[in-house]
């Protein structure tokens, strides 16, 4: 049975957000991730982390122009994570308008991340939504 799509996406946050702390490639993080049982890796989260990691660069200087207090550098590792899926989401997939993307990206800082992150990760996305016009599919 294929994953769903919330299953799918919260698989590419935990392995993107592993990568932030490990040097291995994206390659060996699956390998060693599949041998938790309680770990489902389908071939759809690895594609969605692998267009992340592809876009890494591109996806900064998108999130540096919409963080106006903080850098890059000093945005916690779990909300640039969370914020880095959502825009390439946003972008790439054509499967998922902005507003999907924005919506699933605050579910993911309400599960994994502090109550202050929440507001940041809105408010980033939110701007990044205005600049594209929010009219990707709404």
């Known amino acids: 049975m294929a994953a769903k799509r919330r299953e799918v996406r919260e698989t590419a946050f935990i392995l993107s957000f592993e ?3 490990r040097d291995e490639s994206i390659d060996d993080i699956v390998r060693i991730s599949q041998e938790y049982d309680d770990f ?3 071939d759809e989260a690895v594609r969605l982390v692998k267009g992340v990691l ?5 996806l900064d ?4 122009g919409f963080s106006n207090k903080r850098s890059i550098e000093r945005i916690p ?3 640039l994570a969370i914020i880095r899926l959502a825009i390439y989401e946003a ?3 054509d499967k998922v308008p902005i507003n999907v993307a924005i ?3 605050v579910a993911l800082a309400q599960k994994y991340a502090q109550e202050p992150d929440i507001a940041f990760i809105n408010g980033v996305l ?3 939504s205005r600049s594209k016009g929010a009219s990707k599919d709404e």
């Open 126 to 128: 939110g701007a990044f």
């Open 19 to 21: 990568k932030l702390f």
């Open 54 to 58: 592809d876009k890494q660069d591109e």
């Open 40 to 42: 489902k890796i389908d």
């Open 91 to 93: 972008m790439y997939d």
């Open 61 to 64: 200087k998108i999130i540096s």
């Open 103 to 105: 919506s699933e990206a």
């Open 77 to 79: 590792k779990i909300n």
